[in-house]
């Protein structure tokens, strides 16, 4: 995945450091690296087993929640949902600033920048496994959102200080804390929601996805730089 050979001398002598590189033969050759490159160049000195499991139990959750729609609210299945639903009601008074549109959109919008922000935090402090995974608690509360946008008009959904609405939609209080009724009725467009449900969840899948791969890779280049290495000492004692 990381080229060895410099296009500029055609020589086996690329190095490379945390943000750049280099040709240790003709040193002409220099260049900073992109996003893959340096998440592979990181990973090559890195213990992979217990990632392993960490990715593992990412597959599963985004297994679960293609299985069970209702999977990413459930307390007794995603161990994230406590934790996510404090950070979507923290997002309510934060875009209460914006009006009362905002006030209403802010915990769902808060809940999918919150994770976007420590893709962001965990990169550039160079955790970038931790970065890669946090891709799929992105993907997590975008299927959480989806799952709320998708009760608009059933109102079923038990919402944090509500129990399970009544099918018939007839509680009041409960409709005035329900976001996606609010927003989709105010703007008319409450027949919406399953549409908007499907494109969140493909979106969600997409974001999930995205980091699985990203893990994966970071993973499977780990491990292979570390055979590599073992195989070159071999190599070396078998010639000595």
């Keep these: 995945m990381l080229n060895r050979k410099c296009p500029v001398c055609l020589k086996n002598e690329l190095s490379y450091f ?20 340096k998440q592979f ?3 090559k000195n890195k213990s992979s087993w217990w990632r392993i499991v960490i990715l593992g139990l990412f597959i599963i959750m ?10 990413s609210v459930n307390q007794a299945y995603n161990p994230l949902v406590l934790f996510d639903f404090g950070i979507h009601e923290l997002g309510h008074p934060i875009f209460s600033l914006f009006g009362t549109l905002m006030y209403i959109a802010g915990g769902c919008l808060f809940q999918c920048l919150f994770p976007i922000l420590w ?19 992105l993907g997590i509360n975008i299927f959480s959102v989806a ?6 008009r059933s109102r079923l959904l038990p919402l944090g200080g509500w129990g399970a609405l009544n099918s018939d939609g007839s509680d009041a209080s409960y409709d005035q804390g329900h976001d996606w009724y609010q927003l ?31 893990g994966l890779l970071i993973i499977i280049y780990s491990i292979g730089s570390h055979f590599m290495k073992k195989y070159k000492k071999l190599n070396v004692g078998m010639k000595a």
């Design 18 to 37: 945390d943000d750049y590189v280099e040709c240790a033969y003709c040193h002409t050759y220099k260049r900073k690296l992109n996003f893959f490159e």
């Design 41 to 43: 160049n990181w990973a």
């Design 62 to 71: 985004l297994i679960q929640n293609w299985k069970d729609t209702w999977f």
């Design 119 to 137: 893709i962001v935090a965990f990169y550039r402090i160079r955790w970038f496994f931790a970065s890669a995974m946090c891709w799929g608690w």
């Design 147 to 152: 799952t709320y946008a998708n009760d608009a």
């Design 184 to 214: 989709l009725s105010r703007t008319h467009h409450l027949e919406w929601d399953h549409i908007i449900s499907h494109i969140l969840r493909i979106s969600g899948s997409i974001v999930f996805i995205f980091g699985l791969v990203l």
